[in-house]
């Protein structure tokens, strides 16, 4: 192997701060991406799309719980996919490990679901061997061809205005390699991370980052509190909001 060559703490240091400019105009390409993202129109959803839960059928709006929006992961599991019936596909199954505590993303008027061509017995056998949580639907109709799952795997990203549904974004291929945290799907979403700081069309909801970030198992307990301390003023990328003076 051809490793890199060896140098002292200082020159390491000087190197590091090079990539460190790279770093940031990667991060804030991603930012102006995500921007455009929430300026993507909107494609009504007008067809009944159904999908088995473990408690009977639920259209696609109980999909999303109360909820203002939407993120669906076609998952491949079933008889067609290799590992059945012991496993869902290797990629699926990779991507369902990285699926933290939802709450997080809740806490953002956001429900995260997985969708599948198995059956729910299936589905909750699959959960409980692999331990995961997440919610996860059996597919009914022509929901995973309509919204270009059917073949590959994929995320679709909706919104609600009361009953109606829109389509807002869609992510595939290696674009899911991102996916997984909070932050990327708020990121892939038309409302964003709701966020004071970010590039939203003028009405969209946001409030003062950090403040609404809680414990998973205390949202809605109490009002923000300033846990992230005061933003440092030599630091003019510090995206901490100031105390509000009274």
């Not at 909820?67 to 076609?74: A, C, N, P």
């Not at 939203?200 to 950090?210: D, E, K, L, R, V």
Request: aromatic residues 12%; negative net charge.
């Amino acid at each position: 192997m051809d490793t890199p060559p060896i140098v002292s703490a200082q020159e390491w240091a000087a190197e590091h701060q090079r990539l460190l400019v790279k770093e940031k105009e990667v991060l804030r390409a991603h930012d102006a991406l995500a921007a455009m993202r929430r300026r993507m129109p909107w494609l009504a959803v007008d067809q009944q799309y159904e999908f088995d839960a473990p408690d009977g059928r639920v259209n696609l709006l109980e999909l999303f719980e109360g909820r203002r929006q939407l993120i669906v992961y076609r998952a491949f599991f079933g008889p067609d996919v290799h590992g059945w019936p012991d496993h869902a596909c290797r990629g699926c199954s990779m991507i369902a490990d990285h699926i933290g505590n939802l709450a997080h993303l809740n806490a953002r008027d956001t429900t995260l679901v997985f969708a599948s061509r198995a059956p729910q017995p299936d589905i909750d056998r699959l959960k409980a061997r692999m331990g995961w949580q997440m919610p996860w639907y059996t597919i009914t109709d022509s929901f995973d061809v309509d919204f270009g799952v059917h073949e590959w795997h994929g995320t679709n990203a909706f919104i609600r205005d009361g009953d109606r549904v829109f389509r807002t974004y869609f992510i595939n291929n290696r674009g899911d390699e991102v996916l997984g945290n909070t932050w990327s799907f708020l990121d892939m979403t038309a409302l964003g991370r709701q966020e004071a700081w970010e590039d939203s069309p003028p009405g969209y909801p946001q409030t003062a980052p950090y403040e609404w970030w809680d414990w998973h198992d205390a949202y809605g307990q109490h009002e923000p509190s300033r846990w992230f301390g005061e933003p440092d003023p030599n630091d003019p990328n510090d995206q901490r909001p100031p105390r509000k003076r009274v």
